[in-house]
């Protein structure tokens, strides 16, 4: 089942394909959603990921999580789906084997 997450502290001047080729790392993402302001139309530092499931997801957590894409602040991931945000902020998701991360320059 597809899996959302919030990233937040990227880099406005991100692309959606700079953003879905790091995500990509970790798995399908079938969907990047760069958030702006409602009532500006500015991008905010902030995008929503949709992976084609939940172990993809929970990669990129472990592995992207705390990085810093380019930015002066590190990413903060968070899941929407409230049972996995609840298992990430007690450490309870397993350690995935993979890529070393990929940071933008």
């Avoid at 597809?2 to 394909?17: C, D, F, G, H, L």
């Avoid at 409230?82 to 993979?98: I, T, Y």
Wanted: hydrophobic share 35%; proline share 3%; aromatic share 8%.
């Amino acid at each position: 089942m597809a899996t959302k997450i919030s990233v937040a502290n990227v880099p406005a001047n991100r692309t959606e394909t700079e953003i879905k080729s790091v995500f990509g790392e970790a798995g399908k993402v079938v969907h990047v959603e760069l958030l702006k302001n409602q009532k500006t139309g500015e991008r905010l530092e902030s995008c929503t990921v949709t992976f084609a499931n939940e172990d993809e997801a929970v990669k990129a957590y472990l592995e992207i999580d705390g990085d810093f894409l380019g930015g002066s602040k590190p990413i903060k991931i968070r899941f929407y789906d409230s049972s996995l945000q609840e298992a990430a902020e007690k450490g309870l998701l397993g350690p995935f084997s993979g890529k070393k991360r990929k940071h933008f320059k």
